[in-house]
């Protein structure tokens, strides 16, 4: 299984980016989707999440600006970034519980991260 993510890029403060991350391999079921960031120096922290039923959680910090989504049927989760500030500025990593096969329990995966750049 892999995850991989997509999107990043250099945008001006108040400007907006959509990020994406596709599972792909051996998945029977995906249950929570996710974005975590890390800015350098810094630990990585939590974005957004988003159930298989399509219940989200966001971080207070990109409450209002953040919306993430999926795409079941593609095994994709999307982060829609507006109004972007440059403490948003990061790697951000795609995050997501799978099971493989029906008898096994869910594994956690990790994306190869994508970088964003707000300029001020």
């Known amino acids: 299984v892999q995850l991989q993510a997509s999107g990043g890029g250099l945008v001006q403060a108040g400007g907006s980016l959509r990020l994406s991350c596709a599972a792909s391999g051996s998945i029977f079921s995906i249950r929570t989707m996710a974005w975590y960031r890390q800015a350098p120096g810094n630990q990585r922290e939590f974005v957004a999440l988003?159930?298989?039923?399509?219940?989200?959680n966001y971080a207070d910090s990109v409450k209002g600006r953040f919306t993430i989504s999926r795409d079941n049927a593609k095994n994709t989760v999307y982060l829609q970034m507006n109004s972007l500030k440059p403490e948003d500025t990061a790697v951000y990593y795609c995050?997501?519980?799978?099971?493989?096969?029906?008898?096994?329990?869910?594994?956690?995966?990790w994306g190869q991260g994508t970088l964003v750049t707000v300029s001020s």
């Open positions: 988003i159930l298989s039923g399509g219940g989200t």
């Open positions: 995050h997501a519980q799978i099971q493989r096969v029906v008898i096994t329990s869910y594994e956690h995966y």
